[in-house]
C-alpha cells in the first residue's frame, strides 16, 4: 500500500444550504474587471473594453461564513471586493456559451479580500498578482445554493461593513455573465467538477481593518459574514 512522507491536507470543501452533503473544492479562479464602473473607480491604464483575465487563489485561502480573516502581512491597504461565486458540477473544455450554465452546479458569495498596495506595486512592474489576491485567508466563501433551486437568474450584490453599505450594485452590470466566463475560461483551462470561480466585484470596493465585520449578500443565496482579525503571529 502506497503512503505518503508527509499527512497529506484535509479536502477544502464548502457548504450546500438545506443539506448535510458538501462541495469539494479544487481550484478557485478569479475574474478581472468584470464590471465597468469598477474598472472606472481603479483609475488604472486598462482599457474598459479589454476582457476579464484570470488568476487563482489556493483552495486553503478559504474562510467559511462566520470564520476570521486575520489581516495579513505585508500590506497597509487591505481592501474588500464583494462577489457572485460559481461552482461547477461538470468539467470540460472549449465549453460553448450556449451550454455553459449545464455546466453549474450552484452560487454562493465570496470576498475578494486584496492586498491593494502590493497589487498597485505588481501592476506597475507587471509582476504577477499573487502576492495581492492569493495570500492566505483571502477567499471568504459562502455555503453554496444549487442552481436547480435557485437557478440562473440576475442578482442585487452588496457588501456591508460594520453594518454600512460599501458595494452595492445587480450582477446585470457583469461585462461577461456567467456563461461567457466559463465559455472563456474553458479556452485556458480545462475545467473539472469542484472548481469554483469567483466573478469579479462592482464599484465600492474600500479598506478595512482588524476588528471589522463584513457581510456579503447576493440576493436569493445564503449570507456571508466574516471578521478581519488581528495579524497572525
Known sequence: MTGFVVTPPPQTSLPVVGT?????????????????????????????RDPPFFFQKPADAIVHDGG????PPGTADLHHEVELVVAIAKGGRNIPVQSAHEHVYGYGVGVDLT????????????????????????APIGAL??????GHGSRRIRLK???????????????WSVAEIIAELS???????????????????????????????VEGLAT???TIGPEAT
Request: proline fraction near 4%; include cysteine.
Open 115 to 138: 492586498r491593494r498596495d502590493l497589487q498597485a506595486v505588481a501592476k506597475n512592474k507587471g509582476w504577477p498578482w499573487e502576492m495581492g489576491k492569493s495570500f492566505d485567508h483571502s
Open 68 to 71: 476570521v480573516s486575520p489581516y
Open 187 to 217: 479556452k485556458q483551462y480545462e475545467l473539472h467538477a469542484g472548481d469554483v470561480i469567483m466573478t469579479g466585484t462592482p464599484e465600492g470596493v474600500g479598506a478595512v481593518v482588524a476588528g471589522d465585520r463584513i457581510e456579503a449578500e
Open 20 to 48: 448535510s452533503v458538501r462541495f469539494p473544492v479544487r481550484r478557485v479562479y478569479c475574474v478581472g474587471r468584470n464590471y465597468l464602473a469598477h474598472v472606472r473607480e481603479m483609475k488604472g491604464n486598462a482599457d474598459e
Open 161 to 175: 461593513v460594520n453594518g454600512v453599505v460599501r458595494q452595492d450594485s445587480t450582477t446585470e452590470h457583469m461585462t
Open 145 to 150: 445554493s444549487p442552481a436547480a433551486v435557485v
Open 224 to 226: 456571508l459574514t466574516v
